[in-house]
């Protein structure tokens, strides 16, 4: 860290020769940290103003600025994506053998009078509670593991991470097991 005042900054920063600026940079950064963060705005235009060539952003600013930023975070959006894609396959895939394994009961029970609604519905129950189970059981055994990483491990597992991931994973299981309950009410 460099600690100087505005113009010695001004001064000291990278230059050609003969005092001529060395062209662009690709990035030069100063931090600073503000004691009352809600002065934002004033400490940025004093700077600006005091400094030549510079601009004052906050954290999130200057790290989606980082060049390749952009690019990693659509790439791990799109891997996010085709997990959860594959996640439904599976329980989908998970759900459509356990029915077809049921089917003759089924036949048998709406053959004595069993409604269609009871069938699907008794489906939807089942897949919500086998899903809610492996989930928890899932959330349970990620929490253990991550909380005993070593600090070495670039890993952290925040709290609304965890419940969004828990979210999605019960919101996929009913989803994935839809295929299997229209199998049943044929």
Do not use: C
Request: no cysteine.
């Amino acid at each position: 860290a460099v600690f100087a005042p505005l113009l010695t900054w001004d001064k000291i920063r990278p230059q050609g020769a003969d005092g001529q600026p060395a062209g662009e940079l690709v990035s030069n950064i100063a931090v600073a940290r503000m004691t009352d963060p809600s002065n934002l705005e004033a400490m940025a235009d004093k700077i600006e103003q005091d400094v030549d060539k510079v601009e004052v952003v906050d954290r999130q600013t200057a790290w989606e600025a980082i060049p390749g930023y952009a690019a990693q975070q659509s790439t791990l959006s799109t891997q996010q994506f085709f997990t959860f894609f594959i996640g439904v396959l599976v329980v989908g895939g998970f759900f459509q053998i356990q029915t077809l394994q049921k089917v003759a009961q089924i036949g048998m029970l709406k053959a004595i009078g069993l409604s269609n609604w009871t069938v699907g519905w008794t489906a939807i129950v089942q897949i919500v509670t086998v899903n809610a189970i492996g989930v928890l059981i899932g959330a349970a055994g990620t929490l253990a593991l991550t909380a005993n990483f070593p600090v070495t491990v670039p890993i952290m597992l925040t709290g609304p991470t965890a419940l969004a991931s828990v979210l999605a994973l019960l919101a996929i299981g009913p989803l994935g097991g839809i295929v299997s309950v229209f199998v049943l009410l044929r």
